[in-house]
């Protein structure tokens, strides 16, 4: 409470105005805190389910390239992978969350095979090439949702510092004020009343 401000009606009718925009700040701020933490949640859901499919991905591709070594023996396999010819490319977008900026990752390959002759290879090696492209553009969509989660954490955690201060220190304050500058205004009408009987009083005294 600002005991310093003068106890005037302009004064008064300010600090109105100020509690009024911070309770609306107040519930701008909470209904975007709630929005925030709802698509943070989603979010959190689908890493996880992101992580697991990368994991399997990742497993099937070392099983598929192990199955590969095994028919044609690791050399060869060193040696194929000279041979396979894809370029990838990663375009960066973004989308935005209540004003925050959330990546969007789009991974693309070009290239497709088969990359080696048929002759003395084995199809286990087409196979593992098929399932590590997978693998890869499953972690560009896991990259996209760990920044999102990241950026999201990082504004729910300032939102809720806003709510905080508003909800615990500004709003309490200015309503504290009002009611004192309200105390104060309406204590110093009923001394101005009172004076003013009083004079009144001591005119129609003198007047008799």
Do not use: W
């Not at 990359?115 to 972690?139: C, I, N, Q, W």
Request: hydrophobic share 40%; glycine share 4%; net charge positive.
């Amino acid at each position: 409470m600002n005991t310093n401000i003068a106890p005037t009606k302009s004064n008064l009718m300010k600090i109105k105005d100020e509690l009024a925009f911070s309770k609306t700040g107040y519930d701008l701020l909470d209904q975007k805190r709630s929005i925030l933490v709802s698509e943070l949640l989603t979010l959190v859901d689908q890493a996880v389910d992101y992580q697991n499919r990368v994991e399997k991905a990742l497993k099937e591709a070392d099983e598929a390239l192990e199955d590969a070594i095994m028919h044609m023996g690791r050399l060869k396999v060193a040696n194929l992978a000279g041979a396979v010819n894809i370029s990838s490319s990663i375009t960066l977008t973004s989308r935005k969350v209540m004003g925050v900026a959330l990546p969007r990752v789009s991974t693309e390959f070009s290239g497709s095979g088969p990359f080696f002759s048929p002759e003395g290879t084995s199809m286990l090696s087409e196979v593992a090439v098929s399932k590590y492209r997978d693998a890869l553009s499953l972690m560009g969509q896991m990259a996209e949702l760990k920044v999102s989660i990241m950026r999201l954490a990082r504004e729910v955690r300032k939102t809720i510092r806003k709510v905080n201060s508003l909800e615990k220190l500004v709003i309490p304050d200015r309503e504290a004020t009002v009611r004192y500058l309200t105390g104060r205004i309406e204590e110093a009408e009923r001394e101005s009343m009172i004076q003013m009987k009083s004079v009144k009083s001591r005119m129609e005294r003198m007047g008799k």
